[in-house]
């Protein structure tokens, strides 16, 4: 049995920068669509949710057994009319990129979401949910049954990557991310949260110049949702 810091190839008192540096090369390396296993995915992110979340540090072997952080918080998935308004973080209104095209619509467009608020989408392309305080933005988003686009889980690929078009988003830790993309507010949903009350994204740009190099390919239970 190896401890988390085994899993990720650390010393025990590495600093926070290099477990985040770990944990991008090893998902990568375990990836299942880059030769890896499930299982062993699910163990890299264990241990590394074990670590920084300051958990006693207890050996990890083999499948992971118990709630991971990220794990327990979508365990029970509320409707939004039944969640504590204390906890929301964040409105989200939400547009999937691929869209666009259809109706003649560009991401620069001032009016965007006006004009998609007046085209009768489908609530999968379209729509608002509620963001809790616990949740990321992708976490929210499967939270409430949307198959947004995801690879990795850990900001080393762009698959998740959204537009950033009304409000703030952070981007916590090491990512893949070039300071050009982050310049024209471009974030990884799965490891960003809100910051304002109301935010408006368009998802699914990962095709976007600049980002189509940065993608992993999707898992496979994804290419059931997503046409890649």
């Not at 650390?10 to 991008?24: L, N, S, Y």
């Not at 509620?130 to 949740?135: D, Y």
């Not at 830790?173 to 050009?180: A, K, Q, R």
């Amino acid at each position: 049995m190896d401890s988390p810091f085994e899993i990720l190839g650390i010393e025990p008192d590495a600093d926070d920068a290099e477990v985040d540096r770990a944990f991008r090369r090893r998902v990568i390396e375990v990836h299942p669509d880059q030769g890896g296993s499930a299982a062993e995915f699910n163990r890299v992110r264990s241990a590394y949710e074990m670590i920084k979340e300051g958990h006693p540090i207890e050996a990890v072997n083999g499948e992971v057994s118990g709630d991971t952080p990220s794990s327990s918080s979508s365990a029970s998935v509320p409707d939004d009319g039944d969640e504590d308004e204390d906890e929301l973080r964040s409105k989200i209104e939400y547009l999937n990129y691929e869209v666009l095209d259809d109706h003649g619509w560009d991401l620069g467009d001032d009016d965007l979401f006006e004009k998609a608020a007046a085209a009768n989408l489908p609530h999968e392309d379209y729509g608002q949910f509620l963001v809790q305080e616990n949740e990321t933005l992708l976490e929210a988003a499967e939270n409430r049954g949307y198959a947004w686009p995801y690879a990795c889980r850990g900001g080393a690929c762009a698959n998740c990557a959204v537009a950033v078009f009304e409000g703030e988003m952070d981007t916590p830790g090491d990512h893949i991310l070039p300071s050009t993309m982050l310049d024209s507010d471009i974030r990884l949903s799965c490891m960003g949260a809100p910051l304002t009350d109301d935010m408006k994204v368009v998802f699914n740009v990962k095709h976007l110049p600049g980002l189509d190099e940065l993608r992993l390919p999707p898992y496979p239970f994804e290419q059931a949702h997503m046409n890649d």
